[in-house]
């Protein structure tokens, strides 16, 4: 029923616009350009019986059996006929699956009537500021259609729908109250405006646009250095740094005069494409497969076109030439990257840019001098390693994990598997003078990530400690054989007395074996008892040792070689990297530590670094192996005009002229996106396509006021400060049911529209309802938790993950580690986009895996409590469930929706007992608050059934 | 306006999604014409079997073994790990042997395939584009290499609905070999694209609940739980009556249906019922997450009416170790894979289920490092029963060393051709606007492989 109800009120909409002349490019090009130019359009090699109806003078030219279109005579005019024929002469053939209403081709004949006359395409037209209001292009249409507007909604809708849509967030109960009281909406706005959260909202949309995720998508999908970029996009739409120079930065921002760390740190648009360590690519495939790509998102986000259908052939609707996708191509074609993008070692990632802090920086000169003034070592001179395995006397763990040991003094971990573990292995040392403590960790294929460590990808031991005779001893220097792993898990980290730094493994393709000596600063001697506690204190959760063995040494230097490897020789680069530990020069160790450890902690973001640009070819078909095609040069596409450059034109050039006058695209594309965020379309519906297959805008006027505002001065939160204040911005949602007949999608905003928020704000309303939510702006992504082998698939290497641990789990969404290849659940089953490919258009569904992860994801169950603990403050039962409500959807609930709930609390309370309701509470990592259990356990069934409503997790 | 012509206009439209009631997603008979196949079972071998020692029997392979493999061949053609080594024959390791009245020949590693052979149809000429496994792995999946498009199974869904009432249309399901040669497999592969998310496969977990979020927080009890959702949905129709908003209304029906998963899946999941015969005759055990257990599985959610169902099995990227490896995987599906469909043929269903065995690609019959195979797409086999599929039959052929398809190619977009025709649909007629584009599984070719229908 509503689906008829739907397709009528449509139809009456189209209905609408036949009175009156027709419009070429309102009524005819969508026609034509859906039915027709896939075989009579821009593109010749699929063009039949030489026919193109996409430029008039074609059309006109009459050929031996007539003209196609005879201005003024429909029945003259082949087409007509051909479309009204019967049997094998009508057009479109059958074979086209494409059919002509009769309403289209009585609008195609009056069109024919009324002299055929052509239009350049909408969007390509030039853009002019002219005079105008939001409300005044809104007003006409509604009144034409004879629907009157909705009223104003009331406060309390209004400060949640602009704090939503602003921030991403609900308004708090004390801001509902204090504009329900003050109604200054200006100042409402502008304090939404200035907030940070207003920035996290714009990143969050302008990431699906860019494709930014924190991993690179093709095989192992493991993590790339990214997030500086994402900083770098917050601190932009904070400060309202102009979007000319926003684009200029991200598309050029490296050829810019002496270029900033920001302005760099803003190229890594361009490496944020998925990227392959797959061995066995053809690294031309994969280079050409980087570069559609970059032709896809700059045109996308900045053209809205859909450039990347000319990678194989001319463009079938719009004027885009294959010519013109290379040669848009060519633009990129100086960036320094490989086909195969290694992800680990030294080489990983390819070119980057070390964001230091001015503390770091300076700190790391002085390093570097000290390091510098140290003699070279002497060669290294491979020795016997003599290392005496241990047997342990006893062993025990911490956190319910069990130890046992076989006589080869291999010691495995089982048991519970927490998040920390101390071992602490009792060794009977006497007899000798030790100077040397070893340990080799085994990796084991049951194991996963690295295969090392117990639940994580990654082994992080923090310290080593050992005791003799109950005195604790003193190490002076550590080695280790990994390879890939030492900058972030240096050896020395195990001894320097600090939680946050450890020794361990974090890739994978290390030793089988890896091993850690560490020196001690006296030779033990006269010792019985040796106890060894190995602290597994980091911020990785179960980063715990599996297999394991002990051993000591009484030699002057052991080195840290697996005991029976065949080839008992440290690799150059160990030798070289553990010199100070060969030579035993404490100073040296000591700044190699430090300056490991700085660089680790040191930030990292992927850039564009420009070199000799590689030569661009058309590949026929896009065939990456087809090297017969001609050479290309850098250039905007033909029919948007050309670049008034000398010589070859650079990304800068590009970028210049897509924020210059002569380009309207960019302009039109931003503000009919911008649109989209605040009423739920866009004015034009088609976001990443304003090409001839896009929508005729149902405002053209008001697109092009919006964009001309924006064109004028690039100011994003004025073009958003423009639509928020209207009037049309502030209305009811509630429709009429004329409204609902006539205007079923509210294309004419005659009322705001209802609908879903994004995935991530689906997460922020619960965190910030609950008061769970940690604000801290910028930095690196978080991890939280998801459910046991959700990366069972992954491989290269097998992954496990580790949740991130105190506060910083309840950060926003936009914060979330974006692994593409699995996106975190809940946010993917509310359509968060994988962020493969540029996305600017998410869709919303509304399935039972939502319920499923709003019911039972355990971070809306800590939600629940965190919230129920803030009701039970509450005196009265109504008091608590109308904080809740005011929380989440501001307002209050109704009588009859309080009387539902006390009749939930009723049946939950007869269901609980003490033990049920001490489960319940022990969701998350909240402390519980002093409370009767039964009373707050129930209360928390009440805020999780109120989190799941509809109107929580819907803007109005 | 057709049924799927109706769908397709709803996608079009502005809040269009969703806003179909849970009902239209349980229509049937949408179809285009009248289906052959109500559902598939794709058993997806990924990694890249070796046709060479499964499905095509190439003796002149065997007698060139160790020869260079005569550059008419490779000149010009793609190469994976292969490129820059010399290019030499590699013979077949394993015997073949004919099965069945048909006499099809297939490798003696797989008897009991072999006793089913009768009613199956073997390609011999599938080839691919794309190289590399993940790249190969969306084409297969999606018809297209870029990230973003529908999987088959979504639009599959997208097209026919589902004939469950709580079940997802589309369920994935993956095991690992014991070879230790698992390729890394992306969600991508069952994504909906630009398909709404109801449309995308669901993975069940081997471990843990198996649909992720099924199971209740501790202290709530299914009671407990039946009672919140009530109250849930007693506070959504107030929400309902106040507003008129029909997202309101599909709502409501989303948390029935989850309500019904939670109480249902526990009961697909258990297979206590199975009679010791059946669990013997696919070797599975409970629990194990092996192929066997999710051949099982599979059956239990066909019979249940779920559309499409995807077995991954991972591990057959055999670089190395090609002779024992192929061994261990035959091992590991031969004898779920042939009671599969015997199970389905005795319980009336193999007529109306499509099985595919296959995967993104074939093998070399080059030799790599002497024991191994590289990746290959110019040729590979695929084997279909079931459906609507001409039993007992081959299609097509390898040349004579099994490098490319030279007799009657399929392409991937033929084989999505023919899967969507066996389940009544125009393969040309069911699209979706995409960025101005018609959007299709095939992309812009793909024609239905007649020579297979039955």
């Not at chain 1, 602003?166 to 504009?179: D, H, R």
Request: charged fraction near 20%; glycine fraction near 8%.
């Amino acid at each position: 029923m509503m689906e008829a109800m739907r397709f009528l009120g449509l139809y009456l909409l189209v209905g609408s616009q036949l009175s009156g002349a027709v419009s070429f490019n309102r009524d005819i090009r969508p026609i034509l350009s859906d039915t027709c130019f896939r075989c009579h359009g821009p593109d010749q090699s699929s063009r039949m019986a030489g026919l193109r109806l996409d430029r008039r003078e074609d059309a006109l030219q009459a050929r031996r059996s007539g003209a196609p279109i005879v201005p003024g005579n429909p029945t003259a005019s082949l087409v007509i006929q051909r479309i009204f024929a019967d049997g094998p002469r009508i057009m479109p053939p059958e074979a086209a699956h494409k059919v002509l209403t009769s309403g289209q081709k009585s609008l195609l004949r009056q069109w024919v009537a009324e002299g055929a006359p052509y239009e350049g395409h909408w969007a390509y037209q030039p853009l002019e500021r002219r005079p105008g209001s939001i409300d005044g292009f809104i007003n006409a249409r509604v009144q034409q259609a004879g629907l009157t507007s909705a009223p104003p909604a009331d406060r309390r809708t209004l400060i949640r729908r602009v704090t939503l849509d602003l921030t991403g967030l609900p308004p708090t109960p004390a801001e509902i109250t204090a504009f329900e009281q003050s109604g200054d909406y200006d100042r409402l706005v502008d304090r939404l405006l200035d907030s940070k959260a207003f920035a996290e909202k714009q990143t969050m949309l302008w990431l699906d646009a860019v494709r930014y995720a924190d991993t690179c998508g093709f095989h192992g999908d493991n993590a790339f250095p990214a997030w500086p970029y994402r900083d770098y996009v917050l601190n932009a739409f904070h400060q309202n740094k102009p979007f000319d120079a926003f684009t200029r930065e991200q598309i050029a921002g490296d050829l810019l005069p002496n270029p900033t760390r920001e302005q760099r740190t803003a190229t890594a648009l361009h490496r944020l494409t998925r990227t392959s360590a797959e061995g066995g690519i053809q690294p031309k495939e994969y280079l050409a497969k980087y570069a559609a790509d970059r032709v896809r998102t700059v045109s996308a986000v900045w053209l809205g076109g859909t450039l990347g259908c000319a990678e194989c052939h001319n463009h079938k609707f719009d004027p885009y030439l294959a010519k013109d996708f290379y040669a848009m191509k060519a633009f990129f074609a100086d960036i320094q990257e490989t086909g195969l993008v290694p992800d680990r070692g030294k080489e990983s990632w390819g070119r980057q840019l070390l964001l230091p802090t001015p503390t770091q920086e300076a700190r790391l000169a002085e390093l570097d001098k000290v390091i510098a003034a140290v003699p070279a070592p002497p060669a290294y001179q491979a020795r016997e390693p003599h290392w005496v395995v241990q047997t342990p006397v006893q062993q025990k763990a911490s956190g319910g994990a069990t130890l046992q040991s076989d006589k080869e003094g291999l010691v495995i971990a089982a048991g519970a598997n927490p998040d920390h573990s101390t071992y602490e292995i009792t060794l009977n040392a006497s007899g000798k003078d030790w100077t040397h403590l070893g340990l080799e960790v085994y990796s084991d294929e049951s194991l996963p990530g690295a295969n090392f460590a117990r639940g994580s990808d990654r082994l992080v031991i923090t310290e080593v400690e050992a005791l003799a005779d109950g005195q604790r001893l003193e190490f002076s220097v550590a080695a280790t054989n990994t390879i890939f792993s030492t900058k972030d898990l240096p050896a020395g980290g195990a001894i320097d007395g600090q939680k946050q730094t450890g020794w361990g493994v974090n890739t994978y393709g290390d030793p089988r074996a890896a091993m850690l000596s560490l020196r001690f600063a006296k030779p033990v001697s006269g010792t019985r008892e040796l106890v060894v506690r190995i602290h597994h204190d980091s911020a990785w959760r179960r980063a715990t040792a599996g297999r394991f063995r002990l051993a000591l040494s009484t030699e002057p230097i052991a080195e840290p070689i697996p005991i029976g490897t065949k080839v008992p020789k440290l690799p150059p680069e160990v030798a070289e990297r553990e010199a100070a530990f060969l030579t035993g020069n404490l100073d040296l160790f000591r700044a190699k530590l430090e300056r490991d450890l700085l660089l680790s902690a040191i930030a990292k973001v992927v850039v564009t670094e420009s070199g000799k640009p590689e030569v661009t070819r058309i590949l026929p078909r896009g065939n990456w192996m087809d090297e017969s095609g001609a050479v290309v040069e850098p250039a905007i596409p033909e029919f948007l005009g050309k670049l008034p450059v000398q010589g070859r034109a650079s990304r800068l050039d590009l970028a210049n002229w897509i924020v210059s006058k002569e380009n309207p695209l960019t302009a039109r594309v931003f503000a009919n996106r911008t649109w989209r965020q605040f009423f739920g379309t866009g004015i034009s519906k088609v976001l990443d396509d304003l090409g001839s297959q896009g929508e005729w805008p149902t405002h053209p006027e008001l697109l092009d006021y919006l964009a001309a505002e924006f064109q004028s001065d690039w100011n994003v939160k004025r073009l958003i400060r423009l639509i928020v204040t209207s009037k049309a911005y502030r209305r009811s949602s509630v429709p009429t049911p004329a409204m609902l007949q006539q205007d079923p999608e509210n294309r004419l905003y005659a009322r705001q529209s209802r609908y879903r928020v994004e995935a991530e704000t689906v997460r922020d309303i619960a965190l910030a309802a609950s008061g769970l939510l940690h604000e801290e702006f910028g930095g690196p992504s978080i991890r939280p938790p998801q459910p046991d082998g959700y990366l069972a698939a992954l491989n290269y290497p097998i992954r496990d993950y580790s949740a991130t641990q105190g506060p910083r789990q309840y950060r926003r969404g936009v914060y979330v580690h974006w692994q593409r290849t699995f996106l975190h659940p809940s946010l993917m089953t509310f359509d968060a986009p994988s962020r493969e490919e540029c996305t600017v258009n998410r869709v919303s569904s509304n399935t039972p895996l939502q319920a499923l992860v709003l019911l039972n994801d355990p971070i809306f169950v800590e939600a629940a409590k965190a919230l129920a603990q803030r009701m039970y403050a509450e005196k009265t039962f109504a008091g608590r469930i109308n904080l809740a409500y005011t929380s989440l959807l501001g307002r209050p609930a109704t009588q009859a929706e309080i009387e539902v709930l006390r009749g939930l609390d009723t049946k939950t309370r007869a269901q609980l007992t003490p033990a049920t309701a001490a489960d319940l509470l022990r969701a998350g990592e909240t402390p519980q608050i002093a409370a009767d259990e039964q009373e707050l356990a129930s209360l928390m069934t009440l805020a999780r059934a109120i989190l799941n409503l509809h109107g929580t997790v819907t803007r109005n | 306006m057709t049924p799927l012509h109706r769908r397709a206009f709803l996608g079009r439209t502005a809040a269009g999604f969703g806003l179909t009631a849970l009902q239209s997603l349980l229509a049937t008979n949408t179809a285009h014409h009248k289906a052959k196949a109500k559902r598939v079972i794709f058993l997806y071998q990924a990694g890249g079997p070796s046709h060479l020692e499964v499905f095509d029997h190439k003796p002149k392979l065997a007698a060139m073994h160790g020869q260079g493999m005569p550059e008419s061949f490779t000149k010009g053609q793609q190469i994976a790990q292969l490129q820059g080594k010399a290019l030499l024959c590699f013979g077949p390791q394993h015997p073949f042997q004919r099965y069945g009245k048909s006499g099809t020949e297939i490798s003696s590693l797989l008897p009991k395939m072999g006793s089913i052979m009768d009613d199956a149809c073997l390609i011999r000429s599938m080839w691919t584009e794309q190289i590399n496994h993940d790249p190969a792995h969306t084409l297969m999946n999606t018809g297209s290499i870029l990230a973003g498009r529908p999987s088959m199974g979504s639009w599959s869904v997208y097209g026919l609905g589902t004939e469950s009432a709580d079940l997802p249309g589309f369920v994935v399901l993956v095991s690992n070999g014991k070879g230790g040669q698992a390729q890394p497999i992306a969600a991508r592969q069952w994504s909906a694209g630009m398909l709404p998310s109801k449309y995308q496969g669901v993975k069940f977990q081997s471990i843990g609940d198996p649909v992720l979020y099924l199971e209740n927080p501790p202290g709530i009890n299914a009671r407990m739980q039946q009672d919140s959702i009530h109250a849930i949905t007693a506070l959504q129709r107030l929400e309902q009556q106040a507003l008129g908003d029909p997202e309101v209304q599909t709502r409501i029906a989303q948390y029935e249906m989850a309500y019904r998963m939670q109480t249902s899946v526990p009961g697909l999941m258990d297979f206590g019922s199975e009679p010791a015969s059946v669990m013997e005759a696919y070797g599975a055990k409970p629990g194990d997450g092996s192929f066997a257990s999710n051949c099982l599985l599979a059956r239990r959610l066909a019979e249940r009416g779920v559309r499409f169902i995807q077995l991954y099995h991972r591990d057959w990227d055999h670089h190395g170790g090609l002779k024992k490896g192929v061994e261990l995987k035959a091992a590991e599906v031969d004898q779920a894979t042939a009671a599969l469909i015997s199970d389905l043929k005795q319980r009336g269903m193999l007529d109306d289920t499509l099985v595919v065995w296959g995967g993104e690609f074939g093998r070399t019959p080059m030799s790599q490092g002497g024991d191994g195979r590289d990746h290959h797409i110019k040729g590979f086999s695929y084997l279909l029963a079931g459906g609507g599929i001409k039993p007992g039959i081959t299609y097509g052929a390898t040349d004579e060393l099994g490098y490319e398809a030279v007799d009657q190619p399929v392409s991937v977009h033929d084989f999505h051709a023919t899967m969507l025709h066996l389940l009544g649909i125009n393969h040309l007629r069911l699209t979706v606007k995409y960025q101005g584009l018609d959007v299709r599984l095939t992309g812009i070719s793909g024609e239905v492989v007649k020579g297979i229908l039955a």
